[in-house]
């Protein structure tokens, strides 16, 4: 018979303080960041889109002037700016610049 103190063995889903997402660059964002179309990011677990952008400025500086008017997509879905959900593994976390045109 086990104790009731016993630790169960941790889930797939339990918190282990980070997940890596795919941050997907495009348009300029991908220009400013030497031409790479993809690269993975760990961020903290709990955090939301917005609350990414200080960590894709960290992992990629020269985005740091052009993120402020950058959109962000989760799964191919625009961003809550306003907080929406916490990422988790595996989701892609889209930098989208803005068009201009004639």
């Not at 960590?55 to 625009?78: D, F, R």
Request: hydrophobic fraction near 55%.
């Amino acid at each position: 018979m086990s104790s009731p103190s016993a630790a169960a063995p941790p889930s797939p889903t339990a918190d282990s303080g980070a997940v890596s997402v795919r941050l997907l660059l495009f348009a300029k964002a991908r220009e400013a960041a030497g031409g790479a179309s993809a690269v993975r990011l760990a961020l903290p677990a709990g955090t939301t889109a917005a609350a990414a952008r200080p960590a894709i400025v960290a992992a990629l500086p020269a985005l740091a002037e052009l993120l402020p008017s950058c959109a962000l997509a989760v799964n191919a879905e625009y961003a809550d700016e306003a907080g929406g959900a916490p990422l988790v593994a595996g989701d892609e976390l889209a930098v989208i610049p803005p068009i201009s045109g004639g």
